[in-house]
């Protein structure tokens, strides 16, 4: 169900299909002590405090054409940060008809605003393991439309936002608007599966698994990242400056979190 500006079905008023893109990340560190831990989340939460997100979801509203009617914003205590936005679309007519197409849309220093619409959120979640050295980041950002306007677009964007070790994505179509015969459409796009947008350098890099259920509208992804150094995930400090033995138990208790977090379950290895 493709259609060109020219073939775009003439709809009975409004187009009242509900577009949903969730996005959550997860950044994986080792925190040796406690000292290094607290310096982890400290340096997360000012990576990710309540400004920059801001600037993110900014140019989220204006990769999918969307006008930012209300912010709202908060840095808690001890850590971690929300902020909402509400939005609107103009009329169809002053945007460009690119903006309403499902693609990857444009890379982060490539974005340009064309018009307006619904809700925009994102959370984060500084969290660490009570016993051993792990420390987790997390950040969920919810993009939701109504309309022509597609929050597929700001997926490019979004992925290349944050330093990522595994994601989970989900993508709803919901209600349903009407023809000028009365007939209902439930959805206004062809999509298989949330891959389809996501560029092939980027997919490269992730191992992925789909669950989808398409008769509902509804669309799953998850990835982890293929390759692993031990190096990136060390917090102040290299490898080097372990011994080879801690080197490999490291490297098993991040692979072991990492593989929890992407199959969603609490993994026991013999």
């Known amino acids: 169900m493709k259609w060109t500006p020219e073939q775009r079905i003439t709809l009975h008023g409004f187009n009242n299909l509900t577009k949903t893109l969730s996005f959550n990340m997860y950044d994986i560190c080792f925190t040796k002590t406690s000292e290094e831990r607290r310096a982890y989340l400290e340096y997360i939460d000012e990576q990710y405090n309540a400004d920059r997100l801001t600037n993110i979801l900014n140019h ?5 054409g969307a006008h930012v009617l209300n912010v709202a914003k908060q840095d808690y205590e001890p850590q971690g ?3 909402t936005m509400l ?4 009329p169809v007519e002053t945007a460009s008809t690119e903006s309403f197409e499902e693609s990857p849309g444009p890379l982060p220093d490539n974005v340009v605003m064309h018009l307006d619409k619904s809700h925009i959120t994102v959370h984060t979640y500084p969290e ?14 919810d993009v939701s439309t109504c309309g022509e306007i597609s929050p597929l ?4 964007y979004l992925i290349r936002s944050f330093d990522t070790d595994i994601m989970t994505m989900d993508y709803r179509v919901r209600g349903f608007t009407r023809d000028i015969s009365g007939h209902k459409h439930f ?9 389809n947008y996501i560029p092939d350098e980027i997919k490269s890099l992730y191992d992925m698994i789909d669950v989808n259920v398409y008769q509902e509208n509804i669309f799953h992804t998850k990835c982890k990242l293929r390759e692993f150094d031990l190096n990136n995930y060390l917090f102040g400090y290299t490898k080097d400056k372990l011994s080879r033995e801690e080197q490999e138990d490291i490297t098993k208790s991040l692979k ?3 593989d929890e977090i992407f199959y969603g379950k609490n993994i026991t290895y013999m």
């Open 128 to 141: 660490y393991h009570p016993d051993e050295g792990i420390s987790t980041f997390r950040a969920d950002i």
């Open 60 to 64: 989220v509203s204006e990769i999918i």
């Open 87 to 90: 939005v609107s679309e103009g």
């Open 256 to 258: 072991w979190e990492m």
């Open 187 to 195: 959805i206004d796009h062809e999509i298989s599966s949330i891959q």
């Open 153 to 156: 677009k700001a997926l490019n």
């Open 81 to 83: 940060a929300s902020v």
